[in-house]
């Protein structure tokens, strides 16, 4: 069927790139539409606790979007100050939607004044009741007036104004580390590949497919949300995996028309499809299903990045098989023949990378794969000490004000700073129920201070809950999150809620335990049937499943030690806030897993067909039967030889894409970035280039193994 496709794609060459213009001219246009369409996702976990507390506080005393501004460097009541910040406060008051202003010069709010008077917090809440618009307008007016204080530093924060930090930052990030991206990308290809006309090729299909892929989103967010971190996904998966499949087709190419030098075009791209089409088919499957396992977590940050990542796998697997063919139809004769002295050219050669780490690995299996997996376990061993977190304007930029402005109030406003637990009692002010409460609450361990805020409507009162500051001085780390639970299993009545952030990150948490373990299964296992299908075999997917996680462990444990340890981070110019975000591993292992697999496929589709192949040359040509093991090692050579060269610059090319979001100023980013790098490099060298050769060659004819053939592979083992 694929070999008819490329026949196909020759024949209405002309029409089909001119679809593919008119697509890609859409997606450029309409497609940018999606950063204004996208939304931030939001963090609360429907039917978790933290999200009824939320809701019903929500119902009962809805709270409006907040500005906190930090003013500092002269004395607060400096009678020239007093006059004209008082004349501010007041104007900030008279602001439309504006509804409460706390400040010390109008309100005399001296628990927000630094012991030196030297600085102080103002705080700003927005009308809840108008929408979203009108509160990012409000936000901004007031963000203005604050301004207008005469002191020598005025920093102006708050979640509103992180949010759409996050949001700006997000997509400035996705522009730069595209084009950075796309200009080396050429560089690099057109020198490994000898020509810029053949390495602009893949280049076009990566653009063509992100293009693509936006205008699927920009109309997906016409009809339901998008969130905006889909952008960096749709980019850092669509450029990645379509340049990996146009070299892929590309490389495949070269090799039939050496082969046959005088064959029709046409028929090249037919038989060109007919094994590298394929591959690309079950790799676009395998990675769509890697990202499907997020969509089985349910979680309202992680489903819809996931959306963004099946439509980029879906836009680069259609480009890698429609567009990539068709500049090749017309391109063809300005690609030249594979040079097997020219680095990373792509070319099949005994002397590439992965052939000489496969020679080296079938020399001495034990040793590799004993050493290897060792090494592997060993960088696995920081996620011991994983500590997963919201992230909030901690991981913003450096000179983030919004971040600037969180640091300041912890540190010269610690009391501000604190992130309070909030227990929702369903009983009046002045209740029994309330009372109790009270009284059990300040008796928790974990538990510094207990305040009951004034009545709510429906008789329903809110307890603020502080806890004490871990070691680090921080609210929301371990010691925080256990105070949560012990509050949750605390006998303080049947009718009571606890949420807020810190109790947020517990439902988290507790959801993504509880749900990963069976999103991850399911993937291994689709994943694992489909390269079964392909290879038709057993062991060869379980083998790759194992080699994948024990990568994957390293990837994380690497990442952990960056991030989290803070190793490189000033070479890396970020600042370690002492967390993972804690969306970073399920979304890292998903992405890795499924790239994995795609690297895995490139390499057992031909070692496949040199296994079938050396099977059948004995019987065609009447030759003596060889030795299974002889044959079994000679295929792996054979196909990692013939893919290995195209496996190596299609890591690099995909390497120089994550290199771009490791450059982006969001950690969050960062964190994907640096952890898709290093992914691609254990991958391609450890894992593919000499724990997969160690295995099979230990394995031999057994990697072929299927149930009810385990009679005939014993008898023909003269072994």
Not at 157 to 175: C, H, R, T
Not at 192 to 210: D, M, N, Y
Not at 659 to 673: D, R, T
């Amino acid at each position: 069927m694929l070999d008819d496709l490329g026949r196909l794609l020759h024949r209405w060459r002309t029409w089909i790139a001119g679809v593919w213009v008119i697509v890609v001219l859409l997606g450029a246009t309409l497609g940018g539409a999606v950063f204004d369409l996208a939304e931030s996702p939001d963090s609360l976990r429907e039917g978790a606790e933290s999200a009824r507390l939320q809701e019903r506080l929500d119902a009962v005393d809805p709270e409006g979007e907040l500005v906190v501004a930090v003013f500092s460097g002269a004395d607060l009541y400096g009678v020239d100050l007093i006059d004209q910040a008082s004349k501010v406060m007041h104007e900030v008051r008279d602001l439309p939607d504006v509804v409460e202003v706390r400040d010390p010069w109008t309100t005399g709010a001296q628990d927000l004044v630094a012991p030196d008077r030297f600085g102080t917090v103002v705080t700003v809440e927005i009308d809840p009741t108008v929408d979203d618009d009108r509160a990012r307008a409000a936000v901004e007016r007031v963000d203005r007036t604050l301004r207008k204080v005469a002191m020598p530093e005025v920093l102006v924060g708050g979640p509103s104004l992180a949010e759409e930090a996050f949001g700006e930052q997000a997509i400035q990030d996705a522009a730069r580390g595209e084009g950075a991206a796309v200009l080396v990308l050429v560089v690099v290809l057109a020198l490994a590949l000898g020509g810029v006309v053949v390495g602009v090729l893949p280049v076009l299909t990566a653009l063509g497919s992100v293009c693509v892929a936006l205008l699927a989103l920009a109309g997906l967010a016409r009809v339901s949300a998008v969130s905006e971190y889909a952008v960096n996904v749709v980019t850092l998966l669509g450029l990645g995996l379509a340049v990996d499949y146009a070299l892929l087709v590309l490389g495949r190419f070269r090799e039939e028309r050496e082969a046959s030098p005088r064959a029709d075009p046409a028929d090249l791209l037919a038989r060109t499809l007919a094994t590298s089409g394929r591959t690309v088919l079950v790799s676009g499957l395998t990675v769509g299903t890697a990202l499907a396992g997020l969509l089985l977590l349910g979680d309202p940050v992680l489903s819809p990045m996931a959306v963004g990542g099946l439509v980029a796998v879906a836009a680069a697997t259609l480009a890698g098989l429609t567009l990539m063919p068709v500049l090749v139809a017309f391109g063809h004769r300005r690609i030249p023949a594979p040079q097997p002295g020219r680095f990373l050219g792509g070319t099949p050669s005994a002397h590439a990378l992965l052939p000489r780490l496969a020679r080296f690995a079938q020399a001495r299996p034990w040793p590799v794969l004993l050493g290897c997996t060792a090494l592997l376990l060993l960088l696995a061993t920081p996620l011991l000490s994983l500590d997963l977190r919201n992230s909030d304007a901690r991981s913003l930029p450096r000179d983030s004000e919004p971040r600037l402005a969180q640091e300041t109030i912890e540190r010269d406003f610690p009391e501000q700073a604190a992130t309070p637990i909030t227990v929702l009692v369903d009983g009046a002010y002045d209740s029994q129920q309330t009372a109790d409460a009270l009284a059990r609450l300040g008796g928790i361990p974990g538990v510094a201070d207990v305040t009951l805020l004034d009545p709510l409507p429906d008789d329903v009162s809110q307890i603020l809950v502080e806890p004490r500051p871990d070691a680090a001085g921080d609210y929301d780390g371990p010691d925080g999150q256990d105070l949560v639970r012990r509050l949750r299993a605390a006998d303080l009545g049947s009718d009571v809620l606890v949420g807020g952030p810190v109790a947020e990150l517990v439902d988290t948490r507790a959801a993504l335990a509880d749900r990963a373990p069976w999103a991850i299964l399911v993937v291994t296992l689709l994943t694992a049937l489909l390269l079964g299908r392909l290879t038709r075999s057993v062991v060869v997917p379980l083998k790759a499943v194992a080699m994948n996680l024990l990568s994957l462990g390293a990837t994380l444990g690497v990442v952990v030690a960056v991030f989290q340890w803070g190793w490189a981070s000033s070479l890396l110019g970020f600042d370690s806030w002492g967390a993972l975000d804690v969306t970073t591993p399920l979304l890292l292992f998903m992405f890795a897993f499924g790239l994995s697999m795609d690297y895995h496929v490139f390499l057992v589709a031909r070692i496949r067909e040199a296994w079938d192949e050396s099977l059948a040359r004995p019987r065609r040509r009447k030759e003596r039967a060889v030795d299974p093991r002889v044959l079994s090692d000679r295929a792996v050579m054979s196909g990692i030889t013939a893919s290995g060269p195209v496996v190596t610059l299609a890591a690099v090319a995909i390497g120089i894409v994550f290199l771009g979001f490791v450059a982006g100023e969001l950690i969050a980013v960062k964190e994907i970035g640096v952890g898709m790098t290093v992914a691609v490099l254990i991958d391609v060298t450890l894992v593919r280039g000499l724990l997969l050769p160690a295995a099979m060659t230990l394995l031999g004819r057994w990697n072929w193994w299927v149930p009810g053939r385990a009679r005939q592979a014993a008898a023909a083992d003269p072994a």
